[in-house]
């Protein structure tokens, strides 16, 4: 099992950027897959980006490719999302959470995610 601590979430306009960290506790940090999720009001929890155990594989939903990176420091047992050109849509909680297996469609199910944090607000103003 995996304790999760997100971070770095907060305010901010149309536009700008954040950087979320999630925080792993455990020896076994860097033989999960991580990701992170996020959930709006009224909606589903979805995918957004999901990174490999050595970080060499990422998956990324259509809506923040080529605005959001995720990657990983398994020295420091963390996981960051970079985000840019931020929208008002990406508002939600982001929620990172831990896999023992990934790779392919799974990685992108919350049902193949066994650990997660309490997630961090992000809130993007127009």
């Known amino acids: 099992q995996v304790q999760l601590v997100e971070s770095g979430g907060g305010l901010v306009q149309a536009g700008g950027s954040l950087r979320l960290s999630c925080a792993a506790s455990?020896?076994?940090?860097?033989?999960?897959?991580m990701a992170w999720f996020r959930q709006a009001p009224g909606k589903e929890r979805e995918f957004v980006a999901a990174v490999s155990w050595n970080g060499g594989n990422t998956l990324y939903a259509d809506s923040v490719k080529g605005r959001f990176t995720i990657s990983r420091d398994n020295a420091k047992n963390t996981v960051y999302l970079q985000m840019i050109s931020l929208k008002p849509e990406d508002t939600a909680i982001y929620y990172c959470?831990?896999?023992?297996?990934?790779?392919?469609?799974?990685?992108?199910?919350?049902?193949?995610?066994?650990?997660w944090g309490q997630g961090t607000q992000v809130t993007v103003s127009s």
């Open positions: 455990g020896r076994t940090f860097s033989s999960y897959w």
């Open positions: 959470a831990a896999a023992k297996y990934g790779g392919g469609p799974s990685s992108t199910r919350t049902s193949n995610y066994e650990d």
